[in-house]
């Protein structure tokens, strides 16, 4: 089996799941306990959020440990609905995660207005736009960092200096940087990401909140090692993502330059095939692949891969225009483009031969009607 | 005049077209929109032929189902849709 849709979720890093038995095997204890074994699993946590804190380059106060970036992104938003009541206009754009959505909706359907930010041809945020939709009752601009299609990465420092010259937090969803490029958290109010996006464990995600700013938690319990999220300490969990994160940082410049030439690699072979055509552009990042393969539709093209033993994805499953890609369609203005666009995710992990057996399959592709 | 409107928590163009809806009820007060979650209000789905794109909107003119479209409109094009509907 090919797997190429490292996007969505990437295999656990065997050094990263032998931290996690380990842990759950020796740290079982709860950490709020008060005996001696307790004890320990509360030291051994606390020297896990410093290890984060290091290679995030922030305070281990800043950190939420919760169950998913989905989480965190409800509870970012909601929080601060909370926090501020009297600010009832949110600023998103229409290519966030489904739970950064969700939790818009949520909020949209108490009485809070909800702006959408457009995208420019060339795939990056309009910040001019954004600009004229900020208020005085803006709750929050929340913008994601890495187009989960195309790939493109936007200028997070801009668009935190935007906000934070008319006094409005920034939070942005950086799943899809986090481990691939250096973030700056210090720039941002707030940030959400996973550890399954790293080669970590599902189940466990990170709200990050800059110094000094604080919402209302939607979890209320003991003050265990956030009074922003309560719950017993998943030690193993948290274990595991300290060390996914620390593998990611620590080879991250050798494995997005593999993966550039990986990226390379296929592009050069995919540019004879005149069926195909790329979509992403300069600014995506090298471990996305956005292409068009014309005269295909994603429905059937997923299970014609599948059926050749390859794993891709198409755009994120939702909604909306007539089956197009939204994301597509704004940086090619194309329809038949985005009627037929793909999503291969590569990593590291991912193999020349594992290339050239996807074109070999994009050419013997059948044509639809 | 009474519109359906089934969409999801989840869907970027539901909660774009939300705003929209709103600011067409408020220029066309006959107009009567019931909203339908997908995930949530099974019972009012039951004989509405939803599909894979959201939002989905299905047109009445006396309880009779006239239109149904679908998807991303501009607040011109949903008036188009719904005031030309039979």
């Keep these: 089996m090919i797997y190429l849709d490292y996007a969505a979720t990437t295999p656990i890093d065997s050094i990263v799941s032998d931290v996690w038995v380990r842990t759950e095997e020796e740290q079982f204890a709860n950490a709020n306990s008060r005996h001696i074994l307790g004890q320990k699993a509360w030291a051994f946590l606390q020297m896990q959020l410093s290890q984060m804190a290091e290679l995030l380059h922030v305070q281990k106060e800043n950190l939420i440990l919760c169950s998913s970036a989905t989480e965190a992104n409800n509870t970012v938003l909601k929080g601060l609905a909370l926090k501020y009541p009297q600010k009832k206009h949110i600023i998103t754009s229409m290519i966030e995660h489904a739970s950064l959505i969700g939790a818009a909706s949520s909020l949209e359907a108490q009485g809070y207005e909800v702006d959408f930010v457009d995208t420019k041809e060339d795939g990056l945020f309009d910040l001019e736009h954004l600009k004229s939709l900020l208020r005085t009752d803006t709750l929050v601009v929340s913008l994601i960092a890495v187009n989960s299609e195309t790939g493109i990465l936007q200028p997070l420092e801009a668009i935190a200096a935007l906000c934070h010259e008319s006094n409005i937090l920034f939070h942005s969803d950086v799943t899809q940087a986090m481990g691939k490029v250096p973030i700056n958290l210090k720039e941002l109010d707030f940030a959400s990401c996973s550890a399954h996006k790293i080669y970590g464990p599902k189940g466990i995600g990170l709200l990050y909140r800059n110094d000094d700013l604080s919402f209302i938690p939607l979890l209320h319990g003991g003050n265990s090692l956030s009074p922003y999220r309560s719950s017993t300490p998943q030690s193993a969990l948290i274990a595991a993502f300290v060390k996914a994160l620390e593998l990611s940082m620590t080879h991250q410049k050798e494995r997005f330059e593999k993966v550039s030439q990986l990226k390379t690699y296929l592009l050069d072979q995919l540019r004879s095939n005149p069926r195909v055509h790329i979509n992403s552009n300069e600014h995506s990042l090298p471990h996305f692949v956005n292409i068009s393969i014309l005269k295909t539709r994603p429905e059937k093209g997923i299970d014609y891969f599948s059926s050749c033993d390859i794993c891709l994805s198409s755009k994120s499953a939702c909604c909306g225009q007539d089956e197009y890609s939204a994301s597509v369609y704004a940086i090619t203005k194309d329809m038949e483009r985005a009627q037929s666009s793909y999503r291969i995710s590569i990593s590291h992990l991912t193999l020349e031969s594992e290339l050239d057996a996807l074109v070999e399959a994009i050419e013997r592709m059948p044509y639809e009607d | ?86």
Excluded: Q
């Design chain 2, 1 to 86: 005049m009474k519109i359906k409107v089934v969409t999801a928590v989840w869907c970027h163009a539901c909660l774009l077209m939300k705003k929209r809806i709103k600011a067409l009820m408020k220029k066309n007060p006959e107009l009567v929109f019931e909203m339908i979650d997908l995930d949530f209000d099974e019972d009012k789905l039951i004989g509405l032929e939803v599909g894979k794109i959201l939002p989905v909107y299905f047109v009445y003119h006396d309880d009779v189902l006239i239109k149904r479209f679908v998807g991303e409109k501009s607040i011109d094009e949903l008036e188009r849709e719904i005031l030309h509907a039979d």
